[in-house]
């Protein structure tokens, strides 16, 4: 190497360890916040919501006072559908109830006070996703029973009237669409309930702030809500395979039996997870699908008079025709 071009190496070495540091222009720092402020960030932080935050009332009626406990008040109502937003909240701490009291108004005129455990029991957040979460939270064990016994007593009749009704997993058809679909409820219902035990405070904030994006949430949030997306893509290949497969009414109670199953799928998951039962039952439940699947999965004829799947050409054996 030249003489020149060390030189130009030892320049540009005592140029790059000796540069400036710029500390750049004195202003006040982005966090240099008032104490209102921080005590607002720290409130968000730990409930998850703060001033400014809407929330619509779902109880019959929400009583506000109009002034902190320790003065004389007297007592307003919101009603059920009403919307509200969060105009302040104040510490209380003589409060042995509960110390959070938040101020909510309705409009300029109706506003008031509330504890915050009374405040949450009765609205949710003015967000649709939330209020599905609350509807779906409140009802499902009712809606998913009352499924069950409509699938029981439907298929107990059509047995009466005609046998080999189909069902998944039993006597299913040649579609991989059903069986797919109850997998994923199962292994969706196991995450719901692992997130529950392992992340409550993460689902809490997903309920406050819920979002359809799966890349803009904490990866096991996004593995749950792209799971979600799954369920209604493959529900609906799953729904449109039975119909084409299946006559009308057999399709029809198909599918009622499969949304039966689902929901059986989803009680039995969510609550065994709770005991670490359901990660063992998940991985046989898989297995299970998966040989159920395959006995019909490899059928590749019909039988002429009856359509039901055959292994070989020749007599069926559900109902005697010969096939050729």
Same mark, same amino acid.
């Given at each position: 190497?030249?003489?020149?071009?060390?030189?130009? !190496?030892?320049?540009?070495?005592?140029?790059?360890?000796?540069?400036? /540091?710029?500390?750049?222009?004195?202003?006040?720092?982005?966090?240099?916040?008032?104490?209102?402020?921080?005590?607002?960030?720290?409130?968000?932080?730990?409930?998850?919501?703060?001033?400014? /935050?809407?929330?619509?009332?779902?109880?019959?009626r929400l009583p506000l006072a109009?002034?902190?406990?320790?003065?004389?008040?007297?007592?307003?109502?919101?009603?059920?559908?009403?919307?509200?937003?969060?105009?302040?909240?104040?510490?209380?701490?003589?409060?042995?109830?509960?110390?959070?009291?938040?101020?909510?108004?309705?409009?300029?005129?109706? +506003?008031?006070?509330?504890?915050?455990?009374?405040?949450?029991?009765?609205?949710?957040?003015?967000?649709?996703?939330?209020?599905?979460?609350?509807? %779906?939270?409140?009802?499902?064990?009712?809606?998913?029973?009352?499924?069950?016994?409509?699938?029981?007593?439907?298929?107990?009749?059509?047995?009466?009237?005609?046998?080999?009704? %189909?069902?998944?997993?039993?006597?299913?058809?040649?579609?991989?669409?059903?069986?797919?679909?109850?997998?994923?409820?199962?292994?969706?219902?196991?995450? /719901?309930?692992? *997130?529950?035990?392992?992340?409550?405070?993460?689902?809490?904030? @997903? @309920? %406050?702030?819920?979002?359809?994006?799966?890349?803009?949430?904490?990866?096991?949030?996004?593995?749950?809500? =792209?799971?979600?997306?799954?369920?209604?893509?493959?529900?609906? =290949?799953?729904?449109?395979?039975?119909?084409?497969?299946?006559?009308?009414?057999?399709?029809?109670?198909?599918?009622?039996g499969l949304t039966a199953?689902?929901?059986?799928?989803? !009680? !039995?998951?969510?609550?065994?997870?709770?005991?670490? *039962?359901?990660?063992?039952?998940?991985?046989?439940? !898989?297995?299970?699908?998966?040989?159920?699947?395959?006995?019909?999965?490899?059928?590749?004829?019909?039988?002429?008079?009856?359509?039901?799947?055959?292994?070989?050409?020749? =007599?069926?054996?559900?109902?005697?025709?010969?096939? +050729?």
């Amino acid at each position: 190497m030249s003489m020149r071009k060390i030189s130009l !190496v030892m320049l540009l070495a005592v140029l790059l360890f000796s540069a400036c /540091y710029n500390h750049g222009q004195q202003t006040p720092d982005a966090w240099d916040l008032t104490k209102q402020q921080i005590d607002s960030i720290s409130f968000s932080t730990t409930h998850h919501y703060t001033q400014n /935050y809407n929330f619509v009332v779902n109880t019959a009626r929400l009583p506000l006072a109009d002034a902190l406990p320790n003065m004389a008040f007297d007592t307003m109502y919101v009603v059920s559908g009403e919307r509200v937003v969060v105009a302040e909240i104040e510490i209380v701490p003589a409060d042995t109830i509960d110390s959070v009291w938040v101020k909510v108004a309705r409009d300029q005129i109706t +506003q008031g006070w509330i504890r915050e455990s009374e405040l949450l029991a009765g609205v949710s957040p003015d967000d649709p996703i939330s209020q599905f979460i609350d509807l %779906f939270t409140n009802n499902h064990l009712l809606l998913f029973m009352g499924l069950c016994v409509l699938a029981a007593g439907l298929y107990a009749m059509r047995r009466l009237m005609r046998r080999n009704a %189909f069902l998944v997993h039993f006597h299913d058809i040649d579609s991989p669409y059903p069986t797919l679909l109850c997998v994923l409820i199962a292994f969706s219902a196991t995450l /719901y309930a692992s *997130i529950q035990m392992f992340g409550a405070e993460s689902w809490r904030h @997903y @309920y %406050f702030h819920p979002s359809l994006n799966p890349f803009a949430l904490p990866w096991y949030l996004g593995i749950f809500i =792209a799971s979600v997306w799954a369920i209604i893509i493959v529900g609906v =290949a799953a729904l449109d395979d039975v119909m084409r497969r299946l006559p009308t009414v057999d399709a029809l109670l198909y599918l009622i039996g499969l949304t039966a199953v689902c929901a059986v799928d989803y !009680v !039995v998951f969510s609550l065994s997870t709770l005991s670490y *039962i359901g990660y063992v039952l998940l991985v046989a439940y !898989v297995v299970f699908s998966w040989r159920q699947y395959r006995r019909v999965a490899h059928f590749r004829y019909r039988c002429g008079q009856c359509g039901q799947p055959l292994l070989r050409k020749g =007599a069926c054996p559900h109902c005697g025709a010969i096939n +050729q």
